[in-house]
């Protein structure tokens, strides 16, 4: 985690969420990413959109976005694979809205096919209850 990310209040983990144990390497570059597991067994995730992560007209970078979709499809298809971890074949994502810096993301999603060494899968990126992202996705089990 950064320096500006430890000590910026406006970044600490929501309510019901914990942060994505892994902060070295690229997820360390792009986060802090926060998990949750609801009660029905949903995953949501969420990210603050920092300055950092912004282009030069102040709004979320699509680099960003689709690094941030990746990590909810493959927290999603990590799940329905029995905790495998899975790599990303295929990601598309569908910029819809703009997102200022300051926001919070939240992201979920949906298996809609499996197979025995595939996830298909299709999720969305909100923020404050407007969708700005759609993607599909496809991730490949590694073991």
């Known amino acids: 985690m950064s320096l500006d990310t430890a000590e910026s209040p406006d970044n600490a983990a929501p309510d019901g969420y914990e942060a994505f144990p892994i902060d070295d390497g690229f997820e360390g570059l792009v986060g802090p990413l926060y998990h949750s597991e609801q009660a029905d067994g949903q995953w949501l995730f969420r990210a603050l959109v920092e300055k950092k992560q912004t ?10 976005l689709s690094s941030f979709a990746d990590h ?19 990601l598309h994502t569908d910029f819809v809205a703009p997102v200022e810096a300051g926001t919070w993301l939240l992201g ?3 298996v809609v096919g499996q ?3 595939l996830v ?6 909100s923020a404050d209850d407007e969708v700005v992202a759609t ?3 496809i991730c490949k089990r590694l073991a």
């Open 120 to 125: 298909f899968l299709r999720a969305r990126i």
């Open 55 to 64: 282009n030069p007209f102040g709004i979320a970078h699509g680099g960003f």
């Open 108 to 110: 979920q999603g949906e």
């Open 115 to 117: 197979s025995k060494a």
């Open 135 to 137: 993607v599909s996705a």
């Open 72 to 90: 909810v499809v493959n927290g999603i298809a990590f799940h329905a694979m029995g905790r495998i971890p899975c790599a990303t074949v295929s």
